[in-house]
């Protein structure tokens, strides 16, 4: 779980008091997560901005979200907020965030999920989806099941096969099979709803 410092609870406090806005909130977000690159993003949070799959923390008259998909990268990270003699500085301390790659003795699982959190998910994540892991067995056949926005949407197929089959495949050529494990029936708010549009993954 993230610790947020009372300084940084208040600093969050003054900034949502200038916005007038009822229940607005703070999101944290990493982005680029997995890589050298990673970093994190904090943005004002309305309730329609709100995929409803978030962490929600209570920080006593205002609430931060931590995105389900950063959930795990953002672990153990600590937010604080230290005033100095030019004002105040915001820092976030996330030791996870940038992962680490697996050895060469870990599991094909493991292996894959490094690349689902460092490559695909960082992509098909402006389609407002994600895709977890449910299983890699010893046969090389890899199930995945969608989240977000690749929850029931129409062009999820095309996504699994042309992208993401295509680039695990290109890192494990052990890999026999990709397959789907979701659900699209119970898709509440698919990125697309018909049959068009391209692969989330390029």
Known sequence: MIRISDGAKNYFRHLLAQQDIDNLGIRIKAV????????????????????????????DGFNVYIEAASVN???EAEV???????????????????????????SLGE???YVLDSEINPQIAAHGGRVRLVE???QGVVLLQFGGGCHGCGMADV???QGIEKTLRSHFPEITAVRDATDHASGSNPYFRGQSGASAVG
């Open 32 to 59: 680029n997560a997995g890589t050298p690159k990673a970093d994190c993003v904090l943005e004002y949070a309305e309730a329609g901005d709100l995929a409803g799959d978030e962490t929600k923390i209570d920080c």
């Open 73 to 75: 990268w953002l672990a």
């Open 80 to 106: 604080d907020y230290q005033v100095n003699a030019t004002g105040g500085q915001l820092t976030i301390r996330a030791p996870h965030i940038k992962g680490s790659v697996p050895g060469e003795d870990a």
């Open 111 to 113: 292996r894959v999920q």
């Open 136 to 138: 890699a067995d010893a």
């Open 159 to 161: 996504t699994l096969k």
